[in-house]
């Protein structure tokens, strides 16, 4: 084993260790300052040059679990490994007084594991172990107050969460007949859709829509792929800071590379293509809409990472359309997701340092620092932003047609949008600064947050020439499109501007408000009224049936206790006797 | 090899290293429990090593029998070939942890020389019956295990746990005369008992007679579908859930359900064979019989308070896992269904070690009242939480690879019906482990706990606790390692890519 595979290894196998070692008790106090040591493997191995091509297969575990590093997961993991660095050594500082601290940083390592594990997976189950293993570790994080809201935002995303397993695990089902055995991502993948996709020879054939629909769906849960979203407002939020900003950075970011992954990039399928593309720019609107409407700094940003993954279903969307396009449009999803990633993660981590500001700590250079991430995602000049948006121009350009004549002008209106929602977050994060005593809490958390934000804003800079596939050089330069990537954020930064300065300009509107996780209230609401109705209707019914096999069953009962008494009474001495002996004298005769 | 030992003789000693002190232990004082517990270990130690001997030799591709003619064209045989050796490697390792945890979990209590009889003689039965080389010696194990059973059940001798053994004998009873009157019916009519990798039937003889042959498999089925509980043969399982955990845990996991479902696997390959079951479209009955009671079993178990209850319903539900996979044409779910057969098993006796556990020290026997306990029995529910997840079918656990490869054969077989039964299964898995494991480790304490506080060296009694990690132990082992030759799954691969089904 060389040294890059070992560091393969590693990526997962070090944060999984040191998960595994919770129930050892010394080893458990030290959980929390080792955490920021976990991820380092990775990240090693995201900056080696040279390190594409790292292959490693273990064939004794699971069902043959193969692990390899291609350009795609070296962008992912980048990310991925940074981002749960600098949260790791915020989360230390965060819960330094909190008395179940140890709990935390056993779930926080076990979600490490799998959201690394799964960057480096190579095949289609290594991958969902992994997936598994981080969603379901997750909800550690997400209840970790255990107040009544967060548990509310716990079960939520339970049960989407399984729901999304459910669908993923039949598309997985659907793509191991098809290949007979479980397929390593790449060619064998292509090979597999391929056959699903050409009508009846095949095992599966012809099921090829199904599994795409199932799989687009599956990894959209964890994706907040609209509508499926419900849980992403409300565990998002609740969560401590540090998972905030992992769960809004990186782990939706795996139900990207799911479906990066996954779907075929060699087979058109247009209709779902056009389905999710439509419900991207949806999402990208919605997401603004409803943010807006969002009185806590937190949901914002949630509503905020809800828009932004609608870009990036465009793009998947796009691939699945028309797979000419696939190459670049794999680019832009890559470096939108970078892009996003950091600069989600450093706004979530702003939050909390805002919350822990001394009054007597420099409170408009604070602003003005967590401002930039904020301008990068509303696509300033200059930033990674500008470039993530020209990417996603790109792709629809080449797209052409239709395509590029109705959203080329709806993309600069979300991106105007985009503005107006992140000038409404920094509002709010003004409103939750300062009034702490102790000077000392947000310095700590300074560090990670300022090393997420410059890593963040000079990455997005150069980043995509070292760390995107190749073959997506053609990116734009950075000055092109300078002038639209000025226009929306200027309009809607006036805009904002105009309504701060004296709110009672929008009067009613201001105190519009969205409940966090929108739809998912209706659904409670609605579930909470049925449950009355049918569900009785039906329990009773079901209690009815109940006690009429009950009845059955003890009659029968009655009748086999009767038959066995007198069957006793009967057989009691000579009579038995010469029943046996006749039996027997049967069952002789039939055998001879 | 050793001249004074023939190694055809390794069946029978397998048989005979727990019917021996079962024997023996009848004969002991009640309070002579050293030698008892002594008996008890050498007896589970001794079939575990000859287990492990007969693996080896099996996996070297030996094979061994030893037989003896009882009537002319009947013979009592015992075969160690690899399909017996999965369910007896799974007895006997678990009948070895078992006993540790029973001699914990009874210290003190009335008849333990009863019991401890009864207990090996339980095993001894599950062992017979699993290397039964042919339907006869089968049925006699069958039969055995039914009587060795109810005194198990009964041993509390509370007239709950009376009714329950009334009503298990009143099933299980009646479904061995059926079995034998099917077995007798299969004789008369094929003239041979025999066991035969792929079938023993000529088809073109069952083509002649079709009629007498589908009656005779739904005499047989009928007799093995009792203890493998298949709805609406299942309702002795949830009321014998009275027993003590012990036997809960071998009834559930080991013995008495298994020695039905391994029933239906001979049934459906060493019989019949699955190409002749479903041309004669049996095959698909009992796939559906399967499916239903998958389905049943869970919505059952959602409403279940009392734990041990639950993971009654839970166990009527999973073990029709086995019988849908070996009922499928498709190599993939006969893989699903019989690596389910040792992974369930061990999933479930981890449960209810884990129940008996609550209730000897806590008290705690519903699942409403066990907010926090999480915190009081970390391992103890740690080891739940590995179990309950497996049962959902969550990767790394075992669970999982029976899910995986059942849902691609069933696919794979052109029955998709398959998928959406196993995920709907999956689904309410969920919806009745979940919350379990969630009460316990996230919720407040909401129950009078009794905590008798023994044992210093661990949480509770090492006895009570290590079986229980061990075998959770197990469970995600044989999933995280699942792709090794010695794990279940690498065994039935192994058992598949030789033809023995």
């Not at chain 1, 929390?32 to 040591?37: D, G, K, V």
């Not at chain 1, 969603?135 to 550690?140: D, N």
Request: net charge neutral.
């Amino acid at each position: 084993m060389s040294t890059l595979e070992f560091v393969l290894l590693l990526t997962p196998g070090l944060p999984g260790l040191l998960a595994v070692t919770w129930p050892l008790r010394r080893l458990r106090r030290a959980l929390p300052r080792l955490a920021a040591l976990a991820p380092l493997p990775a990240l090693a191995l995201a900056l080696t040059p040279g390190a594409e091509g790292t292959a490693l297969v273990l064939p004794a575990v699971f069902t043959g679990v193969h692990l390899a590093l291609d350009a795609v997961g070296r962008a992912f993991l980048l990310l991925t490994a940074a981002l749960w660095t600098a949260a790791a050594w915020y989360a230390e500082r965060y819960h330094a007084q909190d008395a179940r601290r140890e709990a935390f940083f056993g779930f926080f390592l076990l979600t490490m594991a799998g959201n690394l594990g799964l960057v480096v997976a190579a095949d289609i189950l290594a991958f969902y172990l992994c997936f598994a293993t981080m969603t379901f570790a997750a909800y550690g994080l997400v209840v970790h107050t255990r107040t009544g809201e967060a548990l509310r935002a716990g079960r939520v995303y339970i049960v989407m969460a399984i729901i999304g397993e459910m669908g993923l695990l039949s598309g997985l089902f659907i793509l191991g007949v098809a290949s007979g055995g479980v397929p390593l991502f790449g060619l064998e993948l292509e090979a597999t859709w391929l056959l699903l996709g050409g009508g009846t020879e095949a095992v599966g054939g012809g099921m090829g829509g199904v599994a795409v629909l199932l799989l687009v769906l599956g990894f959209g849960v964890k994706a907040g792929l609209t509508p499926l979203h419900l849980w992403l407002p409300l565990a998002h939020p609740v969560a401590p800071t540090a998972a905030s900003a992992l769960l809004s950075g990186v782990m939706i970011k795996a139900g990207v590379l799911g479906w990066l992954r996954y779907l075929p990039t060699e087979s058109a399928y247009p209709l779902l293509g056009t389905a999710l593309m439509v419900i991207g720019v949806g999402a990208a609107f919605y997401g603004v809409v409803a943010g807006l409407a969002q009185g806590d700094a937190k949901t914002v940003l949630a509503y905020s990472s809800i828009s932004q993954m609608g870009y990036v279903a465009l793009g998947v969307g796009a691939i699945l359309l028309d797979p000419g396009v696939a190459v670049l449009a794999l680019a832009g999803v890559v470096f939108y997701v970078l892009h996003h990633g950091m600069a989600k993660g450093a706004l979530f981590l702003s939050v909390g340092v805002a919350e822990r500001l001394g009054t007597s700590q420099p409170k408009w250079s604070f602003l003005f620092i967590a401002a930039l991430p904020a301008l990068a995602l509303a696509g300033a000049p200059f930033t990674g932003g500008a470039r993530a948006k020209a990417v996603v121009k790109a792709v629809i350009e080449e797209l052409g047609g239709t395509w590029y004549a109705v959203l080329d002008p709806l993309l600069l209106l979300a991106a105007a949008g985009t503005t107006l929602l992140m000038a409404r977050f920094l509002v709010l994060l003004e409103r939750r600064m300062g009034g702490h005593t102790d000077e000392g809490g947000a310095l700590g958390l300074a560090v990670p947050w300022l090393a997420v934000s410059a890593v963040g804003l000079a990455a997005s800079l150069w980043l995509p020439l070292a760390y995107v596939p190749p073959e997506a050089l053609v990116l734009p330069p950075l000055r092109v499109g300078l002038a639209e990537a000025a226009g929306p954020v200027l309009l809607a930064g006036a805009l904002a501007w105009l309504v701060w300065s004296a709110p009672e300009r929008l009067g009613a509107l201001t105190r519009f408000r969205v409940p966090a996780g929108d739809l998912v209230v209706l659904f409670e609401w609605a579930w909470s009224r049925t449950r009355r109705l049918p569900q009785e209707a039906f329990l009773s019914f079901g209690e009815d049936m109940v006690e009429k096999v009950r009845n059955v069953q003890r009659e029968s009962h009655e009748y086999a206790a009767w038959l066995a008494e007198r069957d006793l009474y009967l057989m009691r001495g000579p009579l038995l006797g010469a029943l046996l002996l006749a039996f027997t004298l049967l069952v002789g005769a039939l055998l001879l | 090899m050793i001249p004074i030992l023939d190694w055809a003789l390794l069946p029978l000693l397998v048989v005979l290293s727990s019917f021996v002190p079962g024997i023996w232990i009848m004969f002991l004082r009640e309070d002579q429990h050293g030698l008892r517990t002594g008996l008890n270990m050498a007896g589970a130690i001794a079939k575990f090593v000859l287990v492990i001997l007969m693996l080896q030799g099996v996996a070297m591709g030996l094979s061994y029998e030893w037989r003896i003619e009882v009537l002319p064209g009947i013979a009592f045989s015992l075969v160690g070939d690899g399909l017996a050796l999965l369910f007896v490697t799974l007895s006997a390792s678990l009948w070895l942890v078992t006993t540790v945890y029973a001699v914990g979990y009874l210290e003190g209590s009335p008849h333990r020389t009863r019991f401890f009889s009864f207990f090996s003689l339980c095993v001894t039965a599950t062992t017979g019956l699993a290397m039964a080389g042919d339907l006869f010696t089968f049925v006699i194990f069958y039969e055995a295990l039914t009587w060795a059973t109810y005194p198990l059940i009964v041993h509390r001798g509370s007239p709950e746990a009376i009714r329950a053994g009334r009503l298990y004998l009143i099933y299980t009873l009646t479904a061995g005369t059926v079995l034998v009157v099917g077995a007798v019916a299969l004789f008369a009519e094929a003239g041979t008992l025999d066991f035969v990798p792929g079938g023993a039937l000529d088809p073109e003889a069952v083509a002649g007679a079709p009629v007498r042959y589908l009656v005779i498999f739904f005499l047989l089925l009928g007799g093995l579908a009792v203890k493998a509980a298949l709805v609406p043969l299942h309702g002795w399982l949830p009321t014998a859930m009275v027993a003590p955990a012990p036997v809960s845990a071998l009834l559930h996991a080991v013995a008495v359900v298994k020695a039905g479902a391994f029933g239906v696997v001979r049934l459906l390959h060493s019989i019949f064979g699955i190409e002749l079951a479903t041309e004669m479209g049996v095959a698909i009955v009992v796939a559906m019989g399967a499916g239903f009671t998958i389905i049943y079993g869970s919505v059952r178990a959602l409403n279940q308070d009392d734990l041990k209850r639950r993971l009654a319903f839970s166990t009527v539900s999973q073990l029709s896992y086995v019988a849908l996979g070996v009922a499928l044409l498709l190599p993939a779910s006969h893989i699903g269904g019989l690596v389910h057969l040792v992974h369930q098993g061990i999933m479930k006796i981890t449960l209810f070690f884990c129940a008996g556990v609550l209730s000897e020290v806590l008290g705690v026997k519903r699942v409403s009242d066990m907010g926090g306990v999480g915190r009081r029995l970390p391992l103890t529910m740690g080891a739940f939480s590995i179990a309950a997840l497996g049962m959902v079918g969550l990767p790394p656990m075992a669970g999982f690879i029976s899910k995986w490869y059942l849902g691609i054969g069933g696919l794979g077989s052109d029955l998709p019906w398959v998928v959406p039964v196993l995920l709907a299964s999956s689904l309410l898995n969920a919806a009745y482990f979940l919350p379990i494991v969630r009460t316990a480790w996230f919720d407040d304490r909401n129950s009078e706990w009794k905590d008798s506080g023994r044992g210093a060296f661990l949480e509770a009694d090492w006895r009570l606790v290590l079986p229980a990690v061990t075998t959770a132990l197990l469970a995600l082992g044989c999933g995280l390692l699942a792709g090794s030759e010695w794990s279940p799954l690498g065994w039935t691969l192994l058992l598949v890519e030789r033809g023995h089904l």
